[in-house]
């Protein structure tokens, strides 16, 4: 071994630190299995914080769904090739039950309505349907389905955010909202960025001032709604906090990224999963993968340190498509990037994309990705399983379109659960099974 | 107010003629079916043709580019880079032509330097080690938006009106005479005459149809031609490919990044031009025989126009046809007061103006002279922001962290965009996301209007601009015109980008229904 070469060695190494990775190793560590996570942070930093479980399908004809998990039965039933169609309904919301009870001890609470998607009012006055909402998003989830009277308020510098904008956008279905531009409390960093904004609000004195600006244009609104930076690190407090000093229910609209809601996502998986003692190698990438001759995995890791090895008796690939890296596309075809394992794909790149950009269909190349049995492990060209214990979860799965069907965080926590629950110790004694 | 020429299509040939008739005293109104430079002017090269490349085909057309790109890079500094350019003949290119190419050039007195291989890739380190010949040729750059945007700001300083989104659909005739030419609103449907002494149709490859409407007869041939942005700027010069006109031969860089083109594909009809996966790869494959790095470079997107070709009689095949202009006088149609200027460079389009200018004059009985020839195109600051490279400058210069950036692939400030909406509204305008777009850099960058789409359009309902009831419609319309260029370049990091973007207007917005 060159000098310098760190080793480490684990049960299993899973690759990829967006929504799916970071969830498989929180399901891993519930079974006891001796995880590493390895995995640049990837897109979760471009998220809206919001969950959505399913909510269109078929895409054909734009069919939205009030029931998730009826909408899921239907998926199952037309598109069995779909990685939910692998995925049982009692493993889906075991996932989601597991994930929501960590974040929320984490300090990150979500809500929901157990059988129903929402809608939440977002950026650009448009209105978004999901399924699970920061608590922070939750009440204008209500006033928007009561119609409430309610203030948008936005600030001087943020860019992306108007809240004249969203009241006229939303005006025929939400009349009546009023809107106020505020100065941002707390001096002269820059304001374009909603980093920034979140940080600042983390000191009292800020809170105070802003809260004081906005109870004088207060009114007669029953609830008020601000770009979704209220708070980094401690965002519950903050809300709390706030929500006190102003007197009426506030609610965070998702912003446009880069957005604080990721970040604080980040910031929760990493806190948590650490304490559950996953080893967590948030700054490095997977080069290659070897096999050794007695079935265990061999990995090269870049760091900014220098190079390691990683071995591990299984590897979960959650590592995400074009934007995560874990596919990539060529003049002549989409690849796998870490093994060249098969890829579902159209036969030539011009028909990759349709000719609309937002066609409600979605774009043959959406539906790309790894081929999976049962077991969720990637199929080799022979159409049987690449390795016994090499696994694939999240948004690198084939024959699904999570942007269009309303279903990114959902697909990538169901498939990392069955992913984990695949996964059998060689000997048989580490590891319990997860229900 | 008596009208006393309309002036059909607003590309640099209809505003560069609105600019000389205006500084000859002619009122004059331009009537365009979209917004300035909608035809081959927004969709070309930005090559300022020394000539070089038409010696071997056009000898008259070769002087014509000498002649007029020399007055443009005198006259209008602001809009021209002069980058100087080189002609590369690699291994397998006919000898020939290479050895006749400086005799040509001599002949057309195109001043063309025969360079060392070793020094040609010193000047350009791009170029393959396959190069076989170089010479060096004054060819320089072209905006022509900024263009476009400065003739027609002199022209409506000067009392010229521009009527955007109004389309001749037909004209009322009075004997041997045009009386008034029928527009219909684009977007209200409503219609629209107007009156004047004289008709003069610039509509480029549309000139055929607009003869029509009149009763006249005019032949066109539609060639397609589509050419690919690259990520970065590859090279300090134009790079032309020493053989005969063919597809992938030249590279030309616009600011920060590098435009390669073309191709050459015959169209039935004029309209809803785009280019295809197809075009775009046999444009790389033919880039990289003399830039091997355009095999490995990220494209951002590619476009495509129509140049307006008028057809001759034999048919040796579209890069044949000539690049000259021609002024049909139609009285020999039996119309007194209609005519058509079509074909053509954007590089002669100045002299194509004042060609129709004299026509038009002499007809009206006016006897001032064009002043284009000598007087320098005035600058105003409000129409300089389509420039490659002049915000982050400017931005560099005066940072103002106050002032957010809107767009940041081309560091557009608000401030900027306060000042082109001023601007348009000046002139009349109303200042859609689609007009603020095509005046400034914005959406031209890497992200493609993946964040400032977004944000300008937010920009826009806050002032009061856009209607909150529009605003998703204007954004949907700006993002559509954007992906017709992306699609054909969505692989490498181009592909990452577009996903980033689905997922924030499809996965994030919802925006698809
Ligand atoms: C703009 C945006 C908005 C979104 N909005 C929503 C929403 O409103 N609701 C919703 O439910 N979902 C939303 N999502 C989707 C969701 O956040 C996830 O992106 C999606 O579910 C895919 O997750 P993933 O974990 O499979 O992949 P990714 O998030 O792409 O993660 C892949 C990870 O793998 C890593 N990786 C890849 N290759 C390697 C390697 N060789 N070595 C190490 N690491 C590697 C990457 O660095 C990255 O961390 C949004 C996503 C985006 C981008
Ligand atoms: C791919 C390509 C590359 C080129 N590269 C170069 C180059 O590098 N250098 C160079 O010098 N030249 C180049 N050219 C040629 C140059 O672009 C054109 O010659 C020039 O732009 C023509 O300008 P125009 O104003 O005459 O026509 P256009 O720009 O086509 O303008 C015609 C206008 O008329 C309008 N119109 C049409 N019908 C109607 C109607 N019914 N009612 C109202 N308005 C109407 C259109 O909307 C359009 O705006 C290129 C052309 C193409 C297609």
């Given at each position: 071994m060159p000098t310098g070469v760190k080793e480490i060695g684990c049960e299993l190494a899973i690759i990829g630190a967006g929504i799916a990775g970071l969830s498989a190793a929180l399901f891993a560590a519930h079974r006891g299995i001796e995880t590493v996570l390895v995995g640049e942070t990837g897109e979760i930093l471009f998220a809206s914080g919001l969950m959505d479980l399913l909510a269109v399908h078929p895409l054909e004809e734009g069919k939205t769904w009030d029931d998730p998990w009826a909408a899921l039965t239907a998926l199952r039933r037309d598109i069995p090739e779909h990685p939910f169609a692998r995925t049982p309904t009692a493993d889906v919301a075991a996932a989601f039950d597991a994930l929501l009870a960590f974040l929320k001890n984490q300090g990150l609470p979500y809500r929901r309505r157990p059988d129903r998607n929402v809608e939440v009012p977002v950026a650009m006055g448009a209105v978004k349907r999901t399924y699970c909402t920061p608590e922070t998003v939750w009440n204008g989830v209500r006033a928007l389905e009561e119609k409430q009277p309610c203030l948008i308020v936005d600030f001087d510098q943020l860019r992306g955010f108007s809240a004249r904008q969203i009241a006229s956008t939303l005006e025929p279905r939400w009349p009546g909202l009023r809107t106020a531009r505020l100065p941002f409390p707390g001096g002269t960093f820059s304001q374009q960025y909603a980093e920034q904004l979140a940080m600042a609000l983390e000191a009292p004195r800020n809170r105070a001032s802003l809260a004081c600006d906005i109870r004088a244009c207060?009114?007669?609104?029953?609830s008020v709604g601000l770009p979704a930076v209220l708070g980094l690190y401690r965002t519950e407090m903050i809300f709390e906090d706030l929500q006190k000093r102003i007197g009426v229910p506030l609610f965070e609209i998702p912003i446009l990224p880069p957005s604080v809601a990721g970040l604080r996502l980040q910031d929760a998986f990493h806190r948590g999963l650490a304490a559950k003692g996953v080893r967590l190698l948030p700054h490095h990438r997977v080069r290659g993968i070897r096999y050794e001759h007695n079935g265990h995995f061999i990995l090269d890791i870049t760091a900014l340190d220098g190079e390691h090895t990683l071995n591990a008796d299984a590897v979960a690939l959650a590592s995400g498509r074009f934007l995560g890296g874990g596919l990539r596309g060529d003049r002549n075809g989409v690849r796998e990037t870490l093994l060249d394992l098969p890829v579902y794909q159209p036969k030539e790149r011009a028909a990759w994309h349709r000719q609309d950009f937002l066609d409600p269909r979605g774009h043959p190349v959406n539906a790309a990705g790894l081929i999976i049995d049962d077991q969720f492990r990637p199929l080799g060209h022979d159409g049987q399983p690449v390795h016994e214990r090499l696994f694939a979860a999240g948004s690198v799965l084939a024959h699904q379109n999570w942007m269009r069907s309303k279903c990114g965080v959902g697909l990538s926590v169901a498939t990392a659960y069955a992913a984990v629950n695949a996964y059998q110790p060689i000997d048989g004694t580490r590891g319990e099974p997860g229900r | 107010m008596h009208i006393q020429v309309v002036i059909i299509g607003a590309g640099v040939t209809g505003l560069g003629l609105a600019r000389d008739l205006a500084l000859r005293g002619v009122s004059c109104i331009v009537v365009e079916q979209g917004d300035f430079n909608s035809g081959a002017s927004g969709r070309n090269h930005g090559l300022l043709h020394s000539g070089s490349r038409y010696v071997s085909s056009d000898t008259e057309v070769a002087a014509e580019c000498l002649e007029e790109a020399d007055l443009l890079k005198k006259l209008a500094p602001q809009c021209v880079e002069e980058t100087g350019g080189l002609f590369v003949a690699v291994e397998g290119d006919d000898e020939t032509f290479i050895a006749d190419f400086p005799l040509l050039c001599d002949k057309a007195g195109i001043p063309a330097r025969a360079l060392d291989i070793k020094d040609a890739r010193e000047m350009e380190p791009c170029l393959s080690d396959r190069i076989i010949a170089a010479y060096e040729v004054p060819d320089a750059t072209v905006d022509p938006f900024k263009l476009a945007l400065q003739n027609f700001h002199q022209a409506h300083q000067n009392g010229t009106k521009l009527l955007r989104y109004h389309k001749v659909v037909g004209f009322k005739r009075n004997g041997g005479r045009l009386k008034s030419a029928h527009l219909v609103n684009t977007e209200t449907g409503g219609a629209v005459f107007v009156e004047a002494d004289q008709f003069v149709s610039a509509a480029g490859a549309w000139c055929g149809e607009i003869a029509r409407m009149a009763g006249a007869d005019m032949d066109m041939v539609y060639s397609k031609g589509s050419l690919a942005v690259t990520h970065s700027r590859l090279s300090e010069r134009v790079i032309n490919r020493l053989r005969k006109p063919a597809d992938g031969d030249i590279l030309v860089p616009g600011g920060t990044v590098s435009i390669f083109g073309t191709t050459s594909l015959r169209m039935d009809v004029p309209s809803d031009v785009r280019p295809t996966v197809r075009e775009v790869d046999h444009l790389v494959s033919e880039g990289a025989a003399m830039i091997p790095e355009m095999e490995t470079i990220r494209y951002i997107r590619a476009y495509a126009g129509i140049r307006p070709l008028i057809k001759s009689g034999d048919d040796g095949g579209d890069r044949s046809v000539s690049r000259g202009f021609i002024l049909v006088d139609h009285a020999d149609d039996g119309l007194d007061n209609f005519l058509t200027i079509s074909g053509g460079k954007l590089t002669t389009y100045r002299l194509m103006a004042e060609r129709t200018a004299d026509r038009v004059c002499e007809r009206l009985g006016v006897c001032r002279p064009c002043r284009t020839r000598e007087e320098p195109l005035p600058t105003d600051p409000a129409w300089e922001w389509t420039e490659p490279g002049l915000a982050p400058r400017e931005w560099i210069k005066h940072p103002d962290h106050e002032d957010p950036l809107l767009c940041e692939c081309e560091m557009i400030p608000a401030s900027v965009f306060d000042s082109v909406i001023g601007s348009i509204r000046a002139q009349g305008g109303s200042p859609s996301l689609k007009a603020v777009s095509l005046r400034t850099r914005m959406g031209k960058g890497a992200c493609q209007g993946s964040f400032c789409g977004a944000r300008v359009t937010g920009y826009l309902c806050d002032r009061g601009d856009i209607a909150g009831r529009d605003a998703h419609a204007e954004l949907k319309r700006f993002l559509q015109e954007r992906w017709k260029g992306e699609r054909p370049t969505l692989w490498g990091g181009q592909l990452v980008q577009s996903e980033l973007k689905e997922a924030i207007y499809c996965g994030l917005l919802g925006m698809e229904t």
């Open positions: 207060l009114g007669t609104a029953r | -």
